[in-house]
């Protein structure tokens, strides 16, 4: 099993910044080929905001792309979402998500990043 648990969420003023950690753990963390970060904004649908492999190839949504940025740390089986210039819009639960190599897909529990006008 894979353990996943979001930290760094917050309120911050449009404009601001937060850096998301991703930490995970579990008996077959060694398999996790791909980490994401969702995100669900009230009343909305759960979105993609950003993949990153192992090998460390990422892949921003549009929404974010010069803004946000993937990132991890293999050895500290840790995954990072830096986010600057945050807009009201980035409101939201963010996710992290992991999918090891056997096709398994694991979540955390989410962080609540807010945005004020």
């Known amino acids: 099993q894979v353990q996943l648990v979001e930290s760094g969420g917050g309120l911050v003023q449009g404009g601001g910044s937060l850096r998301l950690s991703c930490a995970a753990s579990?008996?077959?963390?060694?398999?996790?080929?791909?980490t994401a970060w969702y995100r669900q904004a009230p009343g909305k649908q759960r979105e993609l905001v950003a993949t990153?492999?192992?090998?460390?190839?990422?892949n921003h949504a549009d929404s974010v792309k010069g803004r946000f940025t993937i990132s991890r740390d293999n050895a500290k089986n840790a995954v990072y979402l830096q986010m600057n210039s945050l807009k009201p819009d980035d409101t939201g639960v963010y996710y992290c998500?992991?999918?090891?190599?056997?096709?398994?897909?694991?979540w955390g529990q989410g962080t609540q990043v807010t945005v004020s006008t």
């Open positions: 579990g008996s077959v963390v060694f398999s996790i080929d791909l």
């Open positions: 990153i492999t192992r090998d460390g190839f990422t």
């Open positions: 998500s992991a999918r090891s190599h056997w096709g398994m897909h694991y």
